[in-house]
T-cell receptor
Framework: DGGITQSPKYLFRKEGQNVTLSCEQN?????MYWYRQDPGQGLRLIYY???????QKGDIAEGYSVSREKKESFPLTVTSAQKNPTAFYLC???????????FGPGTRLTVT | GENVEQHPSTLSVQEGDSAVIKCTYS??????FPWYKQELGKGPQLIIDIRSNVGEKKDQRIAVTLNKTAKHFSLHITETQPEDSAVYFCAASMHGGSQGNLIFGKGTKLSVKP
């Protein structure tokens, strides 16, 4: 059963704590992406990676960090420097920059 | 950079009617335009896409049209059904570039009344 998995579905953290969101894909896709979605807004790109051990900042990278040590995994860390971390986080993958992006089910992060 | 505007923000139709959602983009270099459907609490699902070398594409009840000169593209859903109710997002991208990143519109909440 191929696809993109994100865990957990819901995540709660106290302000000032770092938290890592998981994203795994078994589609053998080279490229992976992290987006943030706020109510009534479109998706905004946080980070993307076109290949293992390489990643680039998107439009709203401040307060976030990523790693890409394995082709199938692209975890996102929301650091305490992120001013408004509460949001719905979506991971996506594609065969490469010329191909369609497919999304995971998302993780809803609430920071209080 | 690219900017994508999407209208309307909400759309209510009767079951069986057609629904049209429109998007405009700013960067003439964009050449790939996907549409996503997002149900409540779920990730977006790709429903149809179009590339700039094509003016129209159809898949059963859904179609997308592209006007490169005017820089706008539209999603058409015919014979709407209650299960079409969701938020629809358009996006634009320059496929083949170093990024391939999608720039999204803010979404249209479609409600289909039985």
């Amino acid at each position: 059963d191929g696809g993109i998995t994100q865990s957990p579905k819901y995540l709660f953290r106290k302000e000032g704590q770092n938290v890592t969101l998981s994203c795994e894909q078994n589609l053998n896709h080279d490229a992976m992406y992290w987006y943030r979605q706020d109510p009534g807004q479109g998706l905004r790109l946080i980070y993307y990676s076109q290949i293992v051990n390489d990643f680039q900042k998107g439009d709203i990278a401040e307060g976030y960090s990523v790693s890409r040590e394995k082709k199938e995994s692209f975890p996102l860390t929301v650091t305490s420097a992120q001013k408004n971390p509460t949001a719905f986080y979506l991971c996506a993958s594609s065969m490469g920059s010329r191909f369609e992006q497919y999304f995971g089910p998302g993780t809803r992060l609430t920071v209080t | 950079g690219e900017n994508v505007e999407q209208h309307p923000s909400t759309l209510s139709v009767q079951e069986g009617d057609s629904a049209v959602i429109k998007c405009t983009y700013s960067d003439s270099a964009s050449n790939y335009f996907p549409w996503y459907k997002q149900e409540l609490g779920k990730g977006p699902q790709l429903i149809i896409d179009i590339r700039s070398n094509v003016g129209e594409k159809k898949d059963q009840r859904i179609a997308v049209t592209l006007n490169k000169t005017a820089k706008h593209f539209s999603l058409h859903i015919t014979e709407t059904q209650p299960e079409d109710s969701a938020v629809y997002f358009c996006a634009a991208s320059m496929h083949g570039g170093s990024q391939g990143n999608l720039i999204f519109g803010k979404g249209t909440k479609l409600s289909v009344k039985p």
